[in-house]
């Protein structure tokens, strides 16, 4: 037999010398050179291409090629290793030519569209060119992956390599951080829209998202109906009610000019017919309680998080008598409350149109008029959920053009910050929330003529910027300072609306909580429960339609 060659072995082999770790680098290399375009778009939009950030971009190459050389060699190992390569090739080549074709963005949203998608509407997304690019920079690779990477050698040799080269990851992205430390805090900080076109890491974490949400939701026991009885009270001949719900994110009453602040953070507001309630606790000190609680019947006292998910809450109520119920979110999820209504997800581009550093809270009302003219026959409550003064990054929580109140912190790092400089970062965020509610109220003036049109502001809770030395929230119930349970709560009622202000005016500065929310919501749209008979009731209807208004 002839001996084989070295030069013939190449030709056979060109990788016979190369082990499994140095295939997922050379995997990882090429992922990033082909699939990123769209996260290097976003990056050189932030960071010119010029002399100065030049370092910081190279930097940037290495940081995010290591960090996926790290997710692959976390996923590959033994004879899987030649598959999980070119699974992950395919993939990378298919996600990266809808991000750079479409600008769309694989998230949770969109893969929840895809697996909505039936065959005829998918055929429309198949074209030449996603064909052309998933054979030239996936399957092609793919194949040569399959056909060349190497076997599997023992399972310790390969351990200790894999081990190796994660070490060395992790150095690396230590040396590559350290001299641009500053940088790439406001990258993190202030750019975290372009961080999700990274490929394949946010496509694969955003799947494993939409998975635990889908697991979630089917684990879920039988639902507790906490009143059969409850019913609708409104004659079917009155005008459709159009109700816009906003939940607030980490506001302080104590900040609204509305309710006395110094400073005019509600100049919009101010020019509105609307009652500003002043004297308002929240149910908890935390997004995680408030949300559910809010919207719960069992109260702060009775709260359960358990207990609370197993049972129905108020708009688990209002969809079973015919109301029309849609949750937009811009914060980070409903915390369980709209698990059994529509739901749509407002922080990426995705859907929402109003995105610079961060996805702004006035862009949920995109879109809004299509869905109101497509339920034109049936009551309506829409609830945004804001992204708000979420800290304690204040200042990300405004576009430039809302920092009226100046200097402004402009780091998360409060301490490094004055007093002044917390204050005013703080309180132009809250100029953005009255902007955005004029913008709601405007919106809703649209269809004042032919519906009962009316807004509810309902922050969340509040938050310490400093006093007595406490920041943020999230404090212990019993021992949180009234910075963080005295919130904001705002009405506002259009022409046709059954109630009046002059109604509710007295109740201004009476005191009231979370726990009012529930049968309010349910008054509201004159729905009669046995849950709201003697307490609660801000709002209320006896069964002959006459407006009653009884003590809380």
Not at 271 to 277: D, P, T
Not at 392 to 414: D, N, S, V
Not at 479 to 508: C, M, R, S
């Amino acid at each position: 037999m002839k001996p084989i060659t070295l030069s013939q072995q190449f030709i056979d082999n060109p990788f016979s010398k190369w082990s499994q770790t140095q295939i997922i680098w050379l995997v990882a290399v090429f992922i990033m050179l082909t699939g990123n375009a769209s996260l290097w778009h976003g990056i050189l939009s932030v960071y010119p291409l010029n002399f100065c950030n030049i370092p910081f971009l190279i930097s940037l190459a290495l940081f995010f090629t290591a960090l996926t050389a790290m997710f692959l060699l976390l996923l590959s190992f033994g004879n899987a290793t030649r598959w999980v390569l070119a699974f992950f090739l395919i993939l990378s080549s298919q996600s990266a030519y809808y991000m750079d074709h479409l600008g769309i963005l694989i998230d949770t949203v969109m893969i929840d569209n895809v697996m909505q998608t039936n065959l005829s509407e998918s055929e429309s997304l198949i074209t030449i060119n996603l064909i052309i690019r998933t054979i030239f920079f996936g399957v092609i690779p793919a194949w040569l992956v399959l056909r060349y990477c190497p076997a599997s050698t023992s399972f310790k040799k390969e351990l200790v390599s894999r081990l190796r080269a994660f070490g060395l990851c992790v150095i690396a992205i230590v040396l590559l951080v350290l001299p641009f430390t500053a940088d790439y805090s406001s990258f993190i900080r202030e750019h975290r829209i372009v961080r999700f076109y990274a490929n394949p890491t946010y496509p694969v974490y955003s799947m494993i998202k939409y998975v635990h949400q889908q697991m979630g939701i089917s684990a879920s026991g039988p639902l507790h109906h906490i009143d059969d009885q409850a019913n609708l009270l409104d004659p079917p001949t009155s005008k459709k009610e159009l109700v816009i719900m906003v939940v607030g994110e980490t506001a302080r009453a104590d900040r609204f000019s509305l309710n006395g602040y110094k400073k005019l953070t509600n100049p919009l507001l101010a020019k509105e017919n609307l009652v500003s309630f002043s004297d308002v606790a929240s149910c908890g000190t935390s997004t995680g309680v408030s949300v559910p609680c809010m919207f719960s019947s069992l109260g702060r006292k009775n709260y359960d998080k358990e207990k609370a998910l197993e049972q129905e809450n108020v708009l688990d109520i209002l969809k079973r008598n015919d109301i029309e119920v849609l949750w937009r979110d811009n914060n980070s999820d409903s915390k369980g409350v709209a698990t059994r209504i529509q739901y749509e997800d407002f922080k990426t581009p995705t859907l929402n149109p109003v995105c610079d550093s961060e996805c702004r809270d006035v862009g949920m009302l995109s879109g809004l008029d299509q869905f109101i003219q497509s339920h034109s026959e049936k009551d309506i409550l829409i609830v945004l959920h804001q992204m708000g003064n979420h800290g304690p990054e204040y200042y990300r929580r405004y576009p430039k053009a809302f920092e009226r109140f100046t200097p402004a912190c402009q780091t998360g790092e409060l301490r490094d910050c004055s007093q002044e400089e917390i204050d005013n970062a703080y309180d132009n965020a809250i100029l953005y929330t009255d902007y955005f509610l004029s913008e709601v109220i405007r919106f809703l003036k649209k269809y004042d003529a032919n519906h009962e049109t009316a807004m509810l502001y309902v922050a969340d809770h509040g938050e310490s910027l400093g006093e007595h030395g406490i920041y943020l929230h999230a404090a212990p119930y019993l021992i949180a300072p009234a910075e963080q349970t005295h919130i904001p709560v705002i009405t506002w009622f259009g022409k046709n609306f059954d109630y009046q202000l002059t109604d509710i005016k007295p109740y201004a500065h009476a005191p009231l909580s979370h726990d009012d929310l529930f049968c309010t919501l349910l008054a509201t749209y004159e729905i009669d429960s046995h849950l709201c008979k003697n307490e609660h009731q801000l709002l209320a209807k006896n069964k002959n339609l006459k407006l009653s208004l009884l003590n809380n």
